[in-house]
Each structure stands twice: as C-alpha cells, then as structure tokens.
C-alpha cells in the first residue's frame, strides 16, 4: 500500500475529529441584530468559562454589532478581557497602526479601548515590517506559543474568503501575505474612500491556520451573502472559496440572519436544531 502525502494524512486527521465531534451547524436568526447578539453570547459564554481564553478576531461592518454587544456585556454585566489574548486574522500592507482604515485601529475603536483587555495581550500582523514574510513567520509562532486559538470569530467575504484567504489559497496555507481580489478591493472601497484607496495586499492568516482553532464561528448577514453561505456550507469544498473548509473544522457554528441563509437548501433542519438540541438551549 502507498504510503499518505502529509497533505493527505492532514485531511485524514480533519475527517477523524470531524467524526468525534458535531461538525458544522447553522444557525439562522431572524435579523442581524439578533445574530450579532447571539455572536456576542457566544463568545461571553467561552469567555466566562475560560478567563485565559485565546480569542481569533476579525473586522469588518457586520462585526460592529458584536463587538458592541461585548462592550455592553462588560459595562453592564462585569465581562472579563484582563486575562484573555487576541489574534487578529489579518491587517493591510502599508497601513501604520494610527491609520483610520488599518484593522490596528479599527479593533482599539471597536473593542479594545472599551474593554480591560491588557494592550500586551493584543496582536495584530504589522503591515509595515521591514520584512513581510519574517513578520508573517512571527505571527504564526506567537499563536504557538499561546497554546493556540481556542475561539475564532469569522466573517466571510462576497468571494467566499475568510480571511484574506482569497480564490485558489492553499487548505493548509499559514499566515502569509496576500494580493487581494478585484472584488474584494470593490468590497472594501467605501472604507478607503475609493477603490484607487485601497492597498492591494494584506498579511493574512492562512486557512490552515484559521481551521487548527479549537472553534470557529462565522457570522453573516443580508441578502448580498446569501449565494456564498450556500456555497460555502453546502456546496463541494474547493480552494476557491477558501470558507469551504470550514466543512472539514470539527466544531464550526455559522450564525446567519434570514436574507443570509435565504439560498439554503436545508434552512429547515437547521431551525429545528437550534431549537432543540441541548447545547443552544440557554441561547433560544
């Protein structure tokens, strides 16, 4: 018998923890507030159980919600941050932290100006290294040595991408630097003032990276994202919309509103889950 391809051997151990645990499961909300909300009581929940919690963050307009439902969740009801760490999955070349449209900023705006989150225990790949891919080698060795992302929070772009993990990136890809889509520079442009704005690279975590989390959730929300959540959780797995390989992630939850999860084939099954296994049962 032929012996395995490590990249073979990687999809072997995927598929062995995918059969140990729950896989993906959908979760569809009736609008994006109340997806966002839900997010949020996820992550606090994951939080509370383990202050020393190594979060995975992402950016973006739909994270706003969230990030302002854990704000309020540590105002009014004493959420902790003092003792958790954040990685972020990605930032923009060229862009300096006290740029307006860095993710640098973006996440002190957000989040963790308004929260007791240790500012040394917050990490972000810096755009502006000397040395990119020496950068994106340090950015991987300090997920390392923090045992690891325990939670990861996605969003997914209008290509499928998680990440910057544009069409045709690598399943096993690690944090690297990335030329980003012409969709995803138009996505992106009402944040830069144009499409001329927008830089054409970012420092990315890979898809490898993103799905060795110990959890993953991904939100999104309104009719624009419709045909990609289909696709990205139920169609074929393919480098070419990189959030495909969240099928293969044994503990994955898409948080979805209606007009996202509008072009779902199984919407119904998903709604009966949700409302009635256990584990959603302080959640409904």
């Known amino acids: 018998m032929a012996e395995r391809t490590g990249a073979e051997l990687f999809f072997v151990r995927i598929r062995f923890r995918s059969w140990l645990y729950s896989g993906v499961e959908v979760i569809i909300q009736p609008d994006k507030e109340t997806a966002a909300r839900l997010v949020a009581r996820i992550l606090a ?156 690279r970012a420092i990315t975590m890979g898809v490898g990276t993103i799905i060795e989390a110990r959890r993953c959730v991904l939100l999104a929300t309104g009719d624009s994202k419709a045909d990609v959540i289909a696709q990205a959780v139920e169609g074929p797995i393919t480098s070419m919309v990189s959030a495909t390989a969240l099928q293969l992630h044994p503990r994955c939850t898409v948080v979805v509103d209606e007009a996202a999860g509008a072009k779902l084939k199984e919407k119904e099954y998903y709604r009966w889950i949700f409302a009635n296994e256990p584990e959603w049962e302080g959640y409904r």
């Open 45 to 200: 929940s994951d939080l509370r159980a383990k202050p020393q919690l190594v979060l995975g963050l992402a950016t973006g307009g739909t994270m706003e919600s969230v990030y302002q439902n854990l704000v309020r969740m540590h105002r009014e009801e004493g959420l902790d941050f003092s003792h958790c760490q954040t990685f972020n999955l990605d930032e923009y070349v060229g862009l300096t932290a006290a740029d307006p449209s860095s993710y640098h900023h973006y996440m002190h705006h957000h989040l963790f100006r308004a929260v007791n989150v240790a500012a040394g225990n917050t990490h972000l790949p810096e755009g502006t290294a000397a040395n990119l891919d020496e950068e994106c080698r340090r950015y991987e060795a300090l997920v390392r040595q923090a045992g690891g992302i325990d939670l990861q929070l996605l969003g997914i772009g209008k290509a499928g991408h998680i990440g910057f993990n544009e069409p045709l990136s690598a399943l096993r890809s690690r944090t690297r630097v990335k030329a980003l889509a012409p969709a995803t520079i138009q996505q992106n442009a009402p944040f830069f003032g144009g499409e001329a704005k927008v830089p054409r």
